[in-house]
């Protein structure tokens, strides 16, 4: 792990960059300079799958490469004391973001929302939420600890939810189940600042991170209000590193193994079929 300092630095520069990402408006980023996406499934805290990413993408010697991670954080990796380690990917797409301000991206999902805005999350009656904070305190210590701790709060609260390629593909968390989709708007998505309101159960930007409705005409509808072809997303776990529940979707997911990506152009144009097939497996 780096110093505390050192960290504190990467992050509040990544909070930064995130921010000014080359091609965002709103919450949204359309990847300036992209000829590939690679898109990668939640990873919860997997630093070893984190790391084949990075390989596999090879940013710098593909400078038209985009990578965009997803969920990052509470997973099943625990210090001795309990915390939570997921905050080390975290850590890691800092530094990357620094190296690569222009191709690396990071979409939040429903644990950073819950993170960020002290929604508990439970698993096994453990608070995912105290762990994780937990696993920074004891990572960075007394002196450091809080000030990372809420400087993750902040990057969380900056992201962009949604990426946008030139081929009308759309890479977002999720989408709102078919009962709140009609108050869903995707204005929302190109606001700078969230109101309460789109955080809450039934707000557009928590429908987006929660919702797991993948129904086909939910997704159709999903993708006509957005104004896109086809959804790249993640959130629901696969024993198989991806699922396709219908002909406009497909679910990515790095959690565990196989961890399955997807690496697709995005100067031509893709049908669902060509996307599946551009499945990756680390």
């Known amino acids: 792990m780096p110093a505390p300092d050192r960290l504190l630095t990467f992050l509040r520069q990544a909070v930064v960059l995130v921010r000014a990402t080359p091609g965002r408006r709103g919450r949204v980023v359309e990847p300036v300079g992209c000829t590939e996406l690679l898109v990668a499934g939640d990873l919860h805290g997997h630093v070893p799958h984190f790391q084949g990413l990075m390989q596999a993408a090879d940013l710098a010697r593909n400078p038209n490469r985009h990578l965009v991670f997803q969920e990052l954080i509470h997973g099943n990796y625990r210090y001795p004391s309990g915390g939570d380690k997921s905050h080390q990917v975290v850590d890691l797409f800092a530094a990357l973001k620094a190296q690569f301000p222009r191709q690396a991206h990071y979409l939040p999902g429903n644990h950073e929302l819950a993170q960020w805005t002290g929604r508990k999350v439970l698993k096994a009656d453990a ?29 969380f609260k900056a992201l962009p939810v949604a990426v946008r390629a030139a081929t009308r593909v759309l890479v977002s968390h999720s989408l709102p ?33 929660w919702g797991r409705d993948v129904t086909p005409t939910n997704v159709a509808d999903y993708l006509r209000r957005v104004d896109a072809d086809l959804l790249v997303s993640g959130h629901i776990a696969s024993d198989e590193g991806y699922s396709v529940p219908n002909d406009r979707q497909l679910i990515l997911d790095c959690a565990e193994s196989p ?24």
């Open 259 to 282: 961890a399955g990506y997807a690496l697709f152009p995005t100067d031509q144009p893709l049908t669902h079929s060509e996307l599946v097939g551009c499945v990756r497996m680390l």
């Open 127 to 155: 608070d995912l939420n105290v762990l994780f904070e937990q696993g920074a305190l004891t990572a960075y210590g007394p002196e450091f600890g809080p000030q990372v701790y809420q400087t993750y709060l902040e990057l």
């Open 177 to 209: 189940p078919a009962r709140l989709m009609p108050a869903f708007d995707p204005a929302r998505l190109l606001a700078d600042e969230y109101t309460d309101a789109d955080l809450q159960p039934g707000g557009s930007i928590n429908g987006i991170l």
